[in-house]
C-alpha cells in the first residue's frame, strides 16, 4: 500500500475514533507525517580542488570562512565576561576569533529573525528592498502559535485573510534575481560551500545549490533535530509554555540533503556532524580559494544536547539551562575544531573567519539571562534581539585585540568578504553594506553607519547616530532611546523630545520608499513582553511589542 493512503486511512481512523481531541493531535502532528522519507546515513563525496597548489595559501586570495549560530544570545559567550549559568560554561574557541582578530562592539543582526537576517547577510542588502519582510512559515505553524492557551491579556493575532492567499513556505524565500555573496565569490574563481541551516527558500532558483553555492549540505527549513527523540546519546528538554516548541518536536525530522538530492540521517549529533563536514571541506579545497559558509542551527529550538556535554556540566542545576549550556559547548568545540584544521593545513594566516549569530537569544526558551545586559530577545528590535557577537580574524591583516567602535551590521559582510577578494562591487543594485576592513586598519575614520534600519510589518526601527526610535505600530506609540547614555535602553525619552521623534519618523517614511511590498503576508501579529522570557509570570503595566510575521 502506498505511503500516503497509509497516512490517509490512519489520519480517518483516528477522527473518527478520537473525535476533536485526534483531529488536533492529528493537525499538529501532518506536515512531519508528510515529509520527505530520510535514508539512512551515507557518505558525502565533496568535489575535490587540485592535489598542489599553483601559489603558496598566502599569495592567492583569502579563503573566507563564515560561521553563523542560531538564535545564539549576545551573553551565551564568554567573550564579554558573561557566559551561560552565570558564566559557568565558557567559549574559548568562539572568543578566541574576537581576541585573536577584531570585535565589533555595536555588531546588529540584518533582522530580529533568522532568515531576514541572512538575507541581509547573503544579500548585502536591506531584505525589504526586495520583499524578503516575513520568516517564511507554514500556515499550519501559524496557527499552531496562534491558537495556543496564554494567560497573557495580550493574544497573538491570525491574519485569516493573509491566511487564504498564503504562498507555500518554499516559494518563500531570496529571489533568483538577486546576487548572493557565494554568486559573487564564485565569480572569482572561490569554490562555495553551504553547511547546515539554509531558510531562504526551497523552490527553485532559490536553493542554496541555485544561489551560488557549488556543494550544498544541510537543510532547506529552519529548524532541524540534533539525534532523534529517543536517541541514548540525546539529553531533552521540553518547554511546555511554548508553542513553537510543541510544534518543532511534532514535525521536525533529523536529517540532511546533498545538493538538493534525498533527505538522509546525518552520523551524529547535528552540531558535531556538520563541523566533521567542515573540516572536511577545507581538506578537500586546501589548495584553491574557498567560501564556506558554516550554519549552525545551534543552540536554536529544539534544545537537544548531547548526553556526553550535558554530562560534563554538573555543576549546572536547572536542568534546562544545563541542556541549553550543553548545546553551545558543542558550537564551541565545533568552531575550534575548523579554526585548528585551517592551521594544521597551513591556511589560517591568510584565512578571513567571521564569526555571528543570526539575532539574539529567543524569549521562548524560558531563560532569563541569554541577552544581558540588554532588554528584548529574538523576535524584537530592542538591542537583545538584534545585538549579537560579531568577530572578524584574518591575521594576515587584522591585529589581534582590535576593537571597532561604531553600529555594523550583517550585511557589511558582503562587502567586506568581496572586497578581501578582490571583487568589485556591483553597480546595477544599491548594496547597503559597506567594507569594513578600512575602519577595522585605521585607514578610514568615522563609522561605518550613521543610518541604520529594521522593519517587520508595522514595526519599525531607525538608528540615527545615538538616537533609536522604535515606532509600535499596532500599539500606536513610539519609544526613543538615548543610545550613548542608554545602551540597554531603560529610559523612554519620547515624550520629551518631539523634534527628534518626528525627524526620525521621516526618516522612516524614506526608508519605506526604498522598500517594496512584502512578497509573502504576514500571517500573525504576537506579543513579547521586553523584560521577561515566555513561561514566566505577566507583570503590571509591562513594556512589550507586537511583532508581526
Known amino acids: 500500500m502506498k505511503s500516503w493512503l497509509k497516512i490517509l486511512l490512519g489520519v480517518l481512523a483516528l477522527l473518527l475514533v478520537g473525535g476533536f481531541l485526534a483531529r488536533d493531535y492529528v493537525l499538529l502532528h501532518l506536515p512531519g507525517w508528510l515529509a520527505p522519507h530520510v535514508y539512512p546515513n ?67 543582526a540584518g533582522n530580529a529573525t533568522c532568515a531576514p537576517s541572512r538575507a541581509a547577510l547573503m544579500t548585502g542588502r536591506y531584505p525589504t528592498r526586495f520583499g524578503f519582510e516575513f520568516t517564511p512559515t507554514d ?27 498564503d504562498p507555500p513556505p518554499d516559494d518563500k ?3 533568483s534575481s538577486e546576487l548572493t555573496i557565494a554568486r559573487l565569490l564564485r565569480g572569482k574563481g572561490y569554490h562555495t560551500v553551504h553547511l547546515g541551516k539554509w531558510h531562504l527558500g526551497g523552490a527553485r532558483g532559490m536553493r542554496p545549490e541555485d544561489q551560488g553555492f557549488d556543494e550544498s549540505l544541510g537543510f532547506i527549513i529552519g ?11 540525546a539529553v531533552n528538554s521540553k518547554q511546555d509554555f511554548d508553542p513553537i516548541d510543541k510544534y518543532l518536536w511534532a514535525n521536525l525530522p533529523f536529517s540532511v540533503q546533498y545538493n538538493g538530492g534525498a533527505h538522509f540521517r546525518p552520523a551524529r549529533y547535528m552540531t558535531d556532524y556538520l563541523t566533521d563536514q567542515a573540516i572536511e571541506t577545507i581538506r578537500a579545497n586546501r589548495n584553491r580559494p574557498f567560501f564556506l559558509y ?4 545551534a543552540p536554536h529550538t529544539p534544545l537537544q544536547a548531547l548526553k556526553a556535554d550535558y554530562d560534563a556540566l554538573p555543576q549546572i542545576a536547572d536542568h534546562r539551562t544545563r541542556v541549553y549550556a550543553a548545546m553551545i559547548r558543542a558550537l564551541d568545540r565545533g568552531v575550534g575544531r575548523v579554526t585548528a584544521e585551517l592551521k594544521a593545513q597551513g591556511l589560517d594566516r591568510n584565512t ?18 541569554i541577552n544581558r545586559p540588554y ?35 550583517h550585511f557589511d559582510i ?55 526610535l522604535q515606532v509600535l505600530g499596532l500599539q500606536h506609540r513610539s519609544l526613543l532611546y538615548d543610545m550613548k547614555n542608554d545602551p540597554t535602553e531603560q529610559h523612554d525619552v519620547a515624550a520629551r523630545q518631539p523634534a527628534i521623534v518626528a525627524r526620525l519618523d521621516a526618516l522612516l517614511a524614506r526608508h519605506d520608499a526604498e522598500s517594496v511590498k512584502p512578497s509573502w503576508p504576514s500571517l500573525i501579529q504576537s506579543p513579547i513582553a521586553i523584560d521577561r522570557p515566555l513561561g514566566t509570570k505577566p507583570r503590571p503595566r509591562e513594556t512589550y511589542i507586537y511583532w508581526w510575521n
Do not use: C
Open 294 to 297: 558554516l550554519a549552525y542551527n
Open 173 to 175: 524565500g531570496v529571489p
Open 42 to 108: 551515507h557518505a558525502v563525496a565533496w568535489a575535490k580542488g587540485p592535489d598542489q597548489a599553483s601559489v603558496p595559501p598566502d599569495k592567492r586570495p583569502p579563503n573566507i570562512v563564515l560561521i553563523v549560530a542560531d538564535d545564539l544570545g549576545y551573553n551565551d559567550i564568554s567573550f564579554n565576561g558573561g557566559g551561560v549559568a552565570g558564566g559557568i560554561l565558557k567559549t574559548p574557541h568562539i572568543d578566541s576569533i574576537g581576541h585573536g582578530g577584531v570585535s565589533f562592539a555595536d555588531g546588529y
Open 375 to 409: 532588554r528584548g530577545w529574538k523576535a524584537t528590535f530592542f538591542e537583545g534581539g538584534m545585538k549579537v557577537p560579531f568577530f572578524m580574524r584574518w591575521p594576515a591583516q587584522i591585529k589581534p585585540a582590535t576593537v571597532a567602535r561604531g553600529p555594523v551590521s
Open 223 to 233: 529548524a532541524q533535530m540534533y539525534l532523534p527523540e529517543k536517541d541514548p546519546d
Open 352 to 369: 578571513l573567519v567571521i564569526f555571528t549569530s543570526d539575532n539574539g537569544g529567543a524569549h521562548y526558551i524560558g531563560l532569563p539571562d
Open 139 to 165: 500556515t499550519r505553524f501559524a496557527r499552531t502559535i496562534a491558537g495556543f492557551p496564554s494567560s497573557w491579556q495580550h493574544r497573538t493575532i491570525f491574519d485569516e485573510d493573509a491566511a487564504a492567499s
Open 414 to 468: 558582503f562587502a567586506t568578504a568581496g572586497r578581501a577578494a578582490g571583487v568589485p562591487m556591483p553597480t546595477d543594485r544599491a548594496i547597503d553594506g559597506v567594507d569594513l576592513m578600512p575602519f577595522i586598519a585605521g585607514r578610514q575614520a568615522g563609522t561605518p553607519h550613521q543610518l541604520l534600519f529594521w522593519r517587520s510589518g508595522g514595526y519599525k526601527v531607525v538608528r540615527d547616530g545615538d538616537w533609536k
